[in-house]
């Protein structure tokens, strides 16, 4: 207990004589405040990684070890508190064996430059959303040789998490493998949308509002009316695939396009989805290098070179 309250003693002494430290001098906190939200936000992500993981169970059996060898200490249990302490060098190279596979990880992730992901920093959105809409056709397409209705509806710039209040919560990672699996028939999710939000299968078994206009082709089911609902109160893009025909269309603004092919699928939905949506900023930039590049070149034949080059960019 003496040693417990020497070791207190000390770490009080220490915070006061850096509290007035910082007094004097203000300007030391900013380091210390970012050398400590590095330090929690690391901690903050081992521990989120660790819980999906068999090492949030070791963790909480080593952080058992550690307290009863403390309260050893301090209850003068020296038999335990010796056996604990000689054992304790030891556990070190046994936490290097049972973490071997996320420490290797790690150190990968480091040799190859990907502590990006490490850190939740990943893809550009752009590369990500063009990925997706690659995994929805292809989901699309699977469905449609099946002849499983399916109601696929992606999230844009409105949100609509009224809509995907309706349904069952999934917040998974998008595969076409998921996709097809929710709308397998005779299974609980099957029936109504599923809505893809912010790069994820956010919910299935949502409810959508129908179109009920007049001019809607009666041959249409209830999927295409939700389809067209959907795209006409948010600007949210919707993919049917048929029942009875195995045929795929798209809602987009109100519109039907109806018996969409593969190519035509993944053109429609990659100009609206990642062109429409992530490339205007590129665009930008290109022409205002375009631009700098005239104001320039002094040569007359460069210049016309040049402008032919932007109206190009333009047309596209």
Partial sequence: ???????????????????QDVFNNPFKIIPVILDLAIVVYIIYKFIKSARNSRVWQLLKGIILIILITILSDILQFRILNFILTVFMPYGVIALMIIFQPELRRMLEQLGTNKLTKY???EKDMATKAKEDVYKVVIAAEELSKAKTGALIVI???????????????????????????LFTPNTPLHDGAVIISKNKIAAAACILPLADDKD????LGTRH????????????????????TGKVSVAKDGTLIADVREDALKKILIKYIVTKRFMKNDKKKFADILKLKKNNVTNTTEKSDVDAEIKNDEEK
């Fill in 1 to 19: 207990m003496e040693n417990f309250l020497v070791n207190i003693n000390e770490m009080t002494d220490g915070i006061i004589t850096y509290a």
């Fill in 119 to 121: 850190f939740g920093m």
């Fill in 155 to 181: 999230e844009r710039d409105i949100q609509i998490n009224d809509i995907i209040g309706t349904g069952v919560s999934i917040n998974a990672e998008i595969s076409p493998q998921l996709l097809v699996n």
């Fill in 216 to 219: 809607i082709a009666k041959e």
């Fill in 225 to 244: 009316r939700a389809a067209l609902g959907i795209s006409k109160e948010s600007d949210a893009i919707a993919v049917v695939v048929s029942e009875e």
